[in-house]
């Protein structure tokens, strides 16, 4: 089974949304909340590159992004690879 974890806050519409996708698709994730515990938040920022907005998505320990680049992910197949582990 894939590894997908989910960065997020309390108060994210796109996480929401990011989340959702995620539920549509079958799929578990950790979730792991950055504005509860901002060691989370500085674990985030060094996986992500520096990215400072939630969503961030990892799959199988790859960034995937965004809630945006979520979607692109799904809609383009890269998203089904990374869950087969083949990208």
Known sequence: MSKVE???SAVCGYC???KNLLKSKGLEWTEIRIDTDPAQRD???A???GR???PQIFVNDQLVGGYED???ANRSGK???LLEGVA
């Open 43 to 45: 674990t985030m920022l």
């Open 16 to 18: 929401v949304a990011a």
């Open 52 to 54: 400072r907005t939630v």
């Open 79 to 81: 998203l089904a690879q």
């Open 47 to 49: 996986r992500s590159g």
């Open 70 to 72: 979520l979607v692109a």
């Open 6 to 8: 989910v960065y997020t």
